[in-house]
């Protein structure tokens, strides 16, 4: 076991080893709890991102390139159709990587704080990453993020490490496993600038090996990181067609830093540590532990927030703040470390883990892990199939709004149509954009003109973004059809068109 003390341990009467087999058993315990609540959602259907995944390696393993369309090798969907090729494709199946990732990257998070922190204190920085809501949406998501952790956590771990290691090799180890991180999600790479920092940080006391281990360290990630390039150059000018969400606000940033209720319990616990005068107060001589959880916990976490709050890429959602929650937790681990009465670090961390969990079980939405297709696509499709009725779909990825819309049987074997090569449909589906855009109105004019000829019924099915489409279809087939919703299902609408009996009347197109 490695400690932060630099002497050795005393040695320990028999009465403090019970102690601290009751200690750890509790948390143990505590940690358990903390991962089961990752799995209270695993069995929900899947969410529209993860469709995406499954379309990708639903062809198989030589069409995952063409499917992902990145400039880049994507790791993550050959390891997904790997697990798929032993376990299957049912939900579960699809999420076992991902959790199995996560649970590495809380194991090796927990031999980082080693580094660190106290024994104890290493459990609960573990613990409190755990338990972050982002991260236990994360643990069962069936896209790359759960490993994506893994590779920030394994870099953090390497580079705590180096305070003690001269080694050239243990230099160009950090250097690749923090290149290695946009391999799995490349707009982690904000994770960099922190890493460097904590480099400086933990290698100021050794001046003579700072700035070769540096150099192998920037050589290898350099070399390592060549191919990320035309991904990155890609994104940035595509940028526009990646916005999806709103500006934060400050209450988001302070959400993540606090992950949520849990600032209040830890803010109780430093009060009765200051009442009991158990709270260090002083900085000492660890200054340089102060200075690399404070860059990792702040730094990319920061820079998601001002980018999205200051320029048009409002990327500040919970997928992407995952960049953040390493750090955060090592913070976190800092604070509890100044509590020096070790019943109270137990008694944060017991009553951390009953808050979370009280608060996750009981919110209906803990059961489904996001929104889900699944529900409307099957009322489309009862009521669909009874008589072949076709069916319009909007896309619900923004990129659809920038691109032409496939047509036919294309439609049910597209990305952009994600959900129907999960949950399929029968009949004929005619795919428009996210927006009523040109694109839109084009498509949706050829087909409402052969549906008026033929005065067949048809059904509309539309998420929140794509509500003005539909209520321009239902504008636009106001004289010959009667629209009725025939089921709404996680606010995507499923509305039935029916041809009204007087064959004089048409449709009135603008």
């Known amino acids: 076991m490695t400690t932060n003390s630099e002497s050795p341990p005393a040695p320990r009467s028999s009465a403090a080893l019970i102690s601290d087999r009751v200690l750890y058993s509790i948390y143990a315990v505590a940690t358990a709890v903390s ?74 998070l927990y031999r980082a704080a080693l580094e660190l922190f106290d024994r104890d204190v290493a459990v609960i920085t573990a613990i409190v990453f755990a338990l972050h809501p982002v991260v236990i949406f994360a643990a069962i998501d ?73 150099g192998v360290a920037f050589a290898v990630f350099a070399l390592a990181f060549v191919p990320v390039l035309p991904l990155l150059t890609l994104m940035f000018n595509t940028r526009g067609a990646h916005v999806f969400a709103g500006p934060p606000s400050l209450r988001d940033l302070a959400a993540t830093l606090a992950a949520n209720a849990l600032g209040f319990v830890l803010i109780g616990v430093l009060l009765i540590a200051l009442a009991k005068r158990q709270l260090d107060l002083r900085i000492r001589s660890d200054a340089w532990r102060i200075a690399f959880c404070a860059s990792l916990g702040l730094i990319p976490i920061l820079i998601l927030f001002f980018v999205s709050r200051d320029t048009s890429m409002h990327l500040f959602v919970g997928r992407y703040r995952l960049v953040g929650i390493p750090g955060i937790a090592l ?41 889900t297709w699944k529900y409307a696509l099957d ?34 074997d597209n990305g952009l149509f994600a959900p ?3 949950y399929p449909l029968t009949v004929l589906v005619v795919g428009l954009p ?44 106001s004289a010959a059809y009667d629209a009725k919703q025939v089921g709404i299902s996680n606010g995507i609408k499923v509305v039935a068109f029916t041809p009204r009996t007087q064959p004089s009347e048409t449709v009135h197109t603008r």
């Open 35 to 108: 991962v089961f609540l990752w799995f209270v959602a695993i069995r929900s259907p899947l969410w529209l991102d993860e469709t995406h995944s499954f379309y990708v390696i639903k062809s198989g393993f030589f069409q995952i390139k063409s499917r992902v369309g990145w400039p880049i090798v994507p790791v993550y969907p050959y390891i997904l159709w790997l697990f798929a090729k032993i376990f299957g494709t049912s939900e579960i199946a699809l999420r076992i990587p991902s959790a199995l990732a996560m649970l590495g990257a809380v194991y090796i």
């Open 142 to 214: 069936a896209r790359p993020y759960a490993f994506a952790a893994l590779a920030m956590n394994a870099a953090i771990l390497a580079l705590v490490r180096l305070r003690h290691n001269h080694s050239n090799w243990a230099a160009a180890l950090f250097g690749l496993l923090s290149a290695s991180i946009a391999y799995f999600q490349f707009v982690f790479v904000i994770l960099l600038p922190a890493l460097a920092l904590g480099f400086i940080a933990i290698k100021a006391d050794d001046r003579k090996s700072l700035w070769r281990q540096a």
């Open 331 to 371: 913070c976190w681990g800092l604070i509890v470390s100044r509590i020096n009465l070790r019943p109270l670090r137990l008694m944060f961390c017991v009553a951390a883990v009953a808050t979370a969990a009280s608060l996750y079980l009981i919110d209906p939405a803990s059961q489904l892990h996001g929104y």
């Open 379 to 412: 009322i489309a499709e009862k009521n669909a199939s009874a008589d072949g009725a076709p069916i319009l779909i909007c896309s619900d990825f923004h990129e659809a709004d920038d691109v032409p819309m496939p047509s036919g049987e294309a439609v049910k």
């Open 420 to 422: 129907l090569t999960y």
């Open 434 to 477: 996210r927006a009523l855009n040109d694109e839109a109105i084009r498509v949706a004019s050829s087909f409402l003109q052969q549906a008026t000829e033929r005065r067949g019924r048809f059904l509309v099915v539309a998420f929140v973004p794509s509500y003005e489409t539909l209520n321009w279809i239902v504008a636009q087939t």
